[in-house]
Structure formats: C-alpha cells, structure tokens
C-alpha cells in the first residue's frame, strides 16, 4: 500500500516485507530454547505477573525462593539418571563413633539425553560428589547464596533465550533517559510450564521420595550443607 503525494511514494508496508523487495531478506527472531525439567521447576516457582499491553506475555515479578532452588538442583541430578547420563548412590563416607555419615555421589555414564547448554542437567552432569559439585557451581562465600544463585540462574535462562529480556528506555525528568530491563514469560514457555512436561518433572522428585526416599533425604541434605557451607557468616573467613 503506498500513499501518492505529488512524486513522493511513501510506503506503509512491514519493514520486513521492504527488507524482502529490496533484497535484504530479514531473519526470523529466534525461537525460544526448550526448557530443561529443572528450568520448569524454576519457571513455575518464580512470580509471574500480568500486563495488559503485552497481551498473553507474562513478566517476572519475583526470582525463585530457596525450596524451589533446592527442588531445581535435586531435579538436575534426577532428571539425568532418569536420562540414562548419571548413576546416583548413597555411600558412606565414615562412621563417628556409632553414627553413619552418609553422601549421594555421581558418577557419569554414557551420555543419552542432551540438554540445552547452560541448564543445570549440562552444567552439572560430572563425577563427584552432590555436595561439592553444588557447593562448587555455587562459588565464593556471600549473605545469601540462593538468592544469588537465583538471581544467577534467571539472567541465564534469558542469556539461553528460555525466557525473554527486554530493555526499555525512559527519561527521567524530561532529561536523563534510565534503562530499565524486563524478563518476560513466552507463551509457548508458559504452556510448557502447565503441561505434561512440567508434570513430569515434578514427578522427579516425587517418584524417588516414594521409591527411593534414603536417596532423596541425602540428595536434598546434602544440597542444603553446599548452601550453609557457601554461607558467609559474620566474623567467620570467607576462605
């Protein structure tokens, strides 16, 4: 469609459908990756909320709380046994006088099932124990690890494209124009977060409580010690 003003021919046609007459074919905007169990068991506990210019696209209110961090990691480890990637045992590791000090180790074994890069099946499927591996991926010592941790694991599953990141620009005062960024739910990534996929993720970690309730009492015991021991306390070394 094109608007004649004298020998002036203003188009109104999509930019992309110019970019495609003139030859310069505009590529379609990425999809977004297909989450991993432990990025929907993220997904469903962080805060969601509305916008009535965005239609059926959501905006993230709140990052994960700690229960929901713990649930995600134990799903890793679950989620690539399950797959076939990694064997999970309870070992233990000394006795002290009568009481057994007990572990889950990893050990790898063929790899099965390729997650996306950068989820937490991918990033922690490694031999060793559950407790160092967490406590490793976690890092240096701070006031509060899971909300770091959270924080971390959310900007990366924008840096993945599971979810979307946009940055706005406004100016403040009619001067200084401040960036604001906002993380943004998919719709397709929200019917996974309400369909079987993400009901079998939750089964994860329900099905080895019922089957397997030693394994799981030790997975999710020793995921919190990494998370005290990544915990830094006043007065005491940040070694």
Do not use: C
């Amino acid at each position: 469609m094109a608007d004649y003003r004298g020998n002036a021919v203003v188009n109104f046609l999509h930019p992309s459908e110019l970019a495609r007459l003139r030859g310069h074919e505009t590529a379609p905007p990425p999809k977004p990756v297909i989450p991993s169990p432990s990025d929907l068991i993220l997904l469903n506990g962080a805060r969601w909320g509305r916008d009535s210019a965005l239609r059926d696209v959501r905006i993230l209110r709140k990052a994960p709380e700690k229960e929901t961090l713990h649930a995600a990691l134990a799903t890793s480890f679950l989620a690539n046994e399950a797959a076939g990637n990694m064997e999970l045992t309870v070992v233990v590791s000394r006795h002290l006088r009568s009481i057994r000090i007990k572990h889950v180790e990893t050990r790898v074994l063929e790899e099965r099932q390729r997650w996306s890069a950068g989820s937490l099946e991918a990033l922690l499927n490694v031999d060793g124990t559950v407790q160092d591996l967490v406590r490793d991926f976690i890092g240096a010592k701070v006031a509060s690890p899971e909300a770091a941790l959270a924080e971390r694991l959310v900007g990366w599953l924008a840096d993945r494209r599971v979810i979307t990141r946009e940055v706005q620009s406004r100016r403040s005062l009619g001067v200084v124009r401040r960036k604001r960024e906002r993380l943004l739910l998919p719709p397709e990534v929200y019917r996974r977060m309400n369909g079987p996929e993400s009901a079998m993720a939750a089964r994860l970690i329900s099905d080895a409580d019922d089957g397997r309730h030693e394994l799981m009492n030790e997975l999710l015991s020793d995921i919190r010690a990494a998370f005290v021991d990544r915990t830094d306390k006043p007065g005491a070394s940040t070694i």
